[in-house]
């Protein structure tokens, strides 16, 4: 048996795999356990209260030594965060693929997925915890910033300045909230109840302030309103109590959302009970932990619903907070929408999505270098040009340098291939791993999150995040997953992801010509198949076939 350790990818060119594409895989397997990364390393925990990177630390061991090892024309079979097999393939096949979570459908509940790991047989993967492309905080951020930049487009004159946001969730993910905010120049209240998710915020300068009460945190925030400046504000506390009470204090909030680990009520605290109680709580009694957790969510979302009918901007922020309430018994908690119809989809449907990238190198200046050739790729953008200079500035790397921003199809393929050149040139030290979250414009069937409110009604059709894989491994990317369950908890979605390593080599830029262009392409057809107008017209435009539209 092997026990919990400090893990860091190692640095540099020197490579202990037989090829970059395996020692890319290993890097990031590694990476995600990083404790600058990782939220829970010690547990496997990458983030998303319990998305791991692998089953138990014999897994983990297991996966190193196999991916060291692994040759040019062989693949590794990992079943939820355990390696099962090592099978011969061929040089364009994924040199991992992984399969995290999954259930047939009858059986995907949380007390049979609970039961199976407490067996040993499946563990949670998360979108990127379980296939190795995590990359901190800042992989949340550019889609947080693009969220609130966008409630800011269509509600606020392009500016979050002079208005006041309420949210709560610190962590991995909801740890984005504020410094998203503030880049759109606004003012945000941040609840959680953890004072180290605070601190660990305000130490990476996510978060700007902890006030020492609501009063204080009250005043704070309607000062720098009224100056209009950018300021966030970290609140102890627990949701469920303090947004009912700002509500009835008649806090004056122009927008509400949430990112506790709603999706996992054994991840949310229910109201009396103290913080340091919780896990043992949870552990000992979840079925009455859990249904404390989901009478406290009703009583917090009840609150947003009545934010909303006093005129506040209030949507959904993917983590299932509306359906826990529901089936608390509160019939009013779809009243707001999810971020995604009220403002991703537009996106989705010209295949943009969360493109990402980390250099294997470790030298921050490789993500410069990227920079560069993003704002000389695409000088037209100018939203891209704003996140990626502030990205530049305010983004505090968290373990190998790295680097996102929403690109859509025909623009990604054109980046990948811009990095491998300068891998292949020496711009770069090292090679550039390129993948993306699993929230992306194909690759997802989640009706409470992605694909909520469908056109066409396919809300759970999950058949596309399949294919999506399908393509990504026919298409020659380096490692592929399918998921079940990522942001929104057990049998609510099915998802896949793709990383593809540019390793400067002429067969990395055929392979991420083809990934890069069929894996957004699965986001233009998903919605022009969905009778998305937009999505259609950018199918026309930029030649993505649609088999049904021919002829
Ligand atoms: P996390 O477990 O790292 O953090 C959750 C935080 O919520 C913790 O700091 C915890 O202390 C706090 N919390 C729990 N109950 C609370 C309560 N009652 N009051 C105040 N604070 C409370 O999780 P994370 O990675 O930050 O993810 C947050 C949620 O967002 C998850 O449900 C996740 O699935 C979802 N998510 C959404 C997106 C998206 O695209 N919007 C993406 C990924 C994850």
């Not at 891998?423 to 030290?429: F, R, S």
């Not at 993948?435 to 409110?453: K, M």
Request: one cysteine or more; aromatic letters at 8%; charged letters at 20%.
């Amino acid at each position: 048996m092997t026990g919990p350790r400090p893990v860091r990818a190692p640095r540099g060119t020197e490579l202990s795999a037989q090829g970059w594409q395996q020692e890319a895989a290993l890097r990031m397997l590694q990476n995600n356990l990083d404790p600058e990364v990782a939220e829970h390393p010690d547990k496997l925990v990458v983030y998303g209260g319990t998305g791991k990177a692998a089953r138990d630390w014999n897994s983990f061991d297991a996966m190193v030594r196999t991916l060291r090892g692994l040759k040019q024309d062989e693949t590794m079979l990992v079943q939820s965060g355990r390696p099962v097999g090592v099978m011969q393939t061929h040089e364009w096949a994924p040199r991992v693929l992984i399969a995290n979570s999954n259930l047939v459908g009858d059986w995907a509940t949380w007390e049979e997925f609970r039961r199976l790991e407490a067996l040993g047989l499946t563990m949670y993967g998360q979108m990127t915890a379980g296939s190795w492309i995590y990359i901190g905080t800042q992989g949340i951020l550019q889609g947080t910033y693009e969220t609130f930049a966008a409630v800011a487009e269509k509600h606020f004159g392009g500016t979050l300045a002079g208005t006041v946001t309420l949210t709560a969730g610190l962590g991995g993910m909801g740890g984005a909230q504020p410094l998203a905010v503030t880049m759109n120049g606004g003012v945000v209240l941040c609840v959680d109840c953890d004072p180290r998710a605070i601190d660990r915020r305000i130490e990476h300068r996510y978060l700007d302030v902890k006030a020492d009460s609501l009063d204080h945190a009250l005043h704070l925030a309607t000062e720098a309103r009224d100056a209009r400046r950018p300021l966030s504000i970290g609140v102890l506390g627990n949701a469920a109590d303090l947004v009912p009470q700002l509500l009835s204090m008649g806090a004056p909030i122009d927008i509400v959302t949430d990112q506790t680990s709603a999706h996992d009520p054994l991840a949310y605290l229910p109201t009396g009970v103290d913080f340091a109680d919780m896990a043992a709580y949870a552990a000992e009694k979840p079925a009455e932990f859990t249904q404390r957790a989901r009478e406290s969510m009703a009583r917090h979302v009840e609150a947003m619903v009545g934010f909303q009918d006093a005129g506040a901007e209030v949507f959904d922020y993917g983590n299932s907070i509306r359906g826990e309430a529901r089936l608390a018994g509160y019939d009013r908690a779809f009243a707001f929408p999810g971020f995604v119809p009220a403002y991703i989809r537009p996106l989705f449907c010209e295949g943009r999505g969360p493109f990402r990238w980390a250099a294997l190198s470790g030298d921050p200046a490789d993500i410069a270098a990227t920079d560069r050739a993003i704002l000389d790729l695409f000088p037209e953008n100018e939203s891209l040009a704003r996140w990626i200079r502030l990205a530049g500035e305010r983004v505090h790397f968290q373990g190998l340098p790295a680097r996102i921003c929403w690109l859509g199809y025909g623009e990604r393929d054109r980046a990948g291939e811009r990095f491998n050149e300068m891998v292949a040139d020496g711009t770069l030290k090292a090679p550039i791993v390129i993948g993306r979250d699993h929230l992306d414009c194909g690759s997802v069937a989640s009706p409470y999150r992605e694909t909520e409110a469908m056109l066409d009604g396919s809300d759970a059709i999950a058949d596309w995040p399949l294919l999506n894989a399908m393509v990504n491994v026919a298409s020659g990317a380096s490692w592929v997953s399918i998921h079940h369950g990522g942001g929104v908890g057990i049998g609510r979605s099915l998802h896949a992801g793709q990383v593809t390593v540019a390793d400067g080599t002429p067969l990395a830029a055929e392979k991420i010509r083809r990934v890069l262009t069929n894996d957004p392409g699965m986001g233009v057809i998903r919605h022009v198949d969905a009778g998305y107008d937009r999505a259609d017209e950018v199918a026309a435009d930029r030649g993505v076939r649609v088999p049904m539209r021919e002829g």
